[in-house]
């Protein structure tokens, strides 16, 4: 049925308009015969496959920046695993079928263990699939599934792109994009914000629109199909515009521009984009495949590698954030029914004080050795108890900086008993919205839940910037909701006074407060706040400009 609008979840600003491009969804499922005459020779063509796919991923990352040269790195190591290919090698020789049957096998084997590790492990089932597709086409002979090249400058339906697409898009080429599945934290949006190409996720119905060209929201949400001939309209440059490296609003406002890292080259892409600093180190992110726990020393190293780069700047740590979506294998949590609401962030300490004491001695030992302003936070604090916990454990252990993050609605709501125990908070709106909506974050079908404008989320974001007021200490944002140049102007106008992303969105968001007064600030959180729904708070900020 020809269906003329739909509407998702509007991740990336900007409004543009023309041809639709589908992107394929995946290979045809490889046969198991004819068996190979000579196994062995079958078996040899796996490696040059797979290194030949990894040349080329390598090639697209070196002509990138950022977050995007960052996973198509990642996702070329992906494809020269030596442990997929030699699996695969085996099958063909054990089982005589061919190399592209058991690629197709050993990929799937891998991508099996990945899903049932869950959270953050099973994000990485797309990347698998990705590579699997991407060597079996080679060595098939056929184009690779995918992102097709563009011959003009096209709207890109999908049901989800695989990280490694979405980083090679061609800015000048990709009009929009829209995907069925996908949320406001997924790849996707990550890398539409920093490429700057409005972008909808949740797009129920996508892939079966009839329309040969649409015209696409990023702000509302909105796919609506438009005549073939309507003209082309690309996004507006208005995310360009000039900002000069310091945070604030045109009268002067203060307002920190920081960025979210996790490993040392995050470190280095985010102090070229002229972050201020950095509002949230996931400390966790050096750890996810260690199996014990590291020592001191070297966490120390590690984490002065990241914080090298900022020496005199701001940089708030953030301690082992594990459990749930990003199990730590050196941890060995046992399992529970329900992992989210189980042991993690902060509630891991308290049953391992040890590890926790440990990773702040050498947090305190890397803010010496780096010169960087280093505070600490602690991820998912549910009580201002447990805030006055952490914050006694880490000044007994030399940082004079202490802060937590308010992820737990009950948090939000003791802001104020919160902050008299601590010097800082930093609202995390990933895990806050997930809790707050009782919505699976990674979870698509639940995505509209999961978006930053729902004027619920707003309300609490308003609560802690309140509270900050009151006691005159400063309240961040350090969840994606920060990456977003309107919505962050709604939560300066809530009181926020530091706001903390991926990189690729810095300039964006500085230019944007840049633009504004402190009272347009207002004037948007106002209207943001009081809006029926997360769509009607987008167009009420969006109309304000
Ligand atoms: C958050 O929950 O918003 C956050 C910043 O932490 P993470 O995304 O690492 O859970
Ligand atoms: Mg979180």
Known sequence: ??????????????RASGPVVKVTESIEEPASTPAPDDPHAEAARVAPAAQAVAARLEATAAAATGDAAMILTTTAAMAADPALVSQAEQLVTAQRIPAARAVYEAANGFATALASAGGYMAERVRDIHDVRDRIIAELLGIEPPGVPTLERPSVLVARDLAPADTAALDPGKVLALVTEEGGPTSHTAILARSLRIPAVVAVRGALAMEAEAVAVDGVTGEVKAVDRDAPVVSATESARAEWDGVGST?????????????????ALTAAEAGAEGVGLFRTEFCYLDVDVEPAVADQKAAYSAVLGP??????????????????LVFLAQEDEPNPALGVRGIRVSFERTGVLDRQLEAIAG??????????????????????????????ASGLSRVGVMIEVPSAALTARE???????VS??????AQYTFAADRQLGAVATLNDPWQPALLRLVALVGEAAKEKGKPAGVCGEAAADPLLARVLTGLGITSLSMNAGAVGAVGASLAAVTFADCERAAGA????????????AVAEIG
């Not at 020809?2 to 900007?14: D, H, I, Y």
């Open 427 to 432: 609202l995390g709106t990933n895990d806050l």
């Open 310 to 327: 900022f020496a005199g700047k701001p940089v708030i740590v953030r301690t082992l954030d594990a459990g749930a979506d990003k199990p």
């Open 366 to 395: 890397a803010a010496e050795e780096s010169g960087a302003d280093v505070s600490v936070m602690a991820p998912m604090v549910a009580t201002a108890e447990e805030a006055a916990w952490f914050a006694d454990r880490a000044r």
């Open 528 to 539: 943001a706040v009081a809006a029926p729904t997360a769509r009607a708070a987008r167009a």
């Open 418 to 424: 919160v902050l008299d125990a601590v010097d800082f």
């Open 250 to 266: 045109s009268d002067g406002r203060r307002v920190k521009v920081l960025a979210n890292v996790g490993a040392p080259a995050d």
């Open 1 to 14: 049925m020809r269906e003329p609008q739909l509407s998702g979840v509007g991740v990336s600003p900007g």
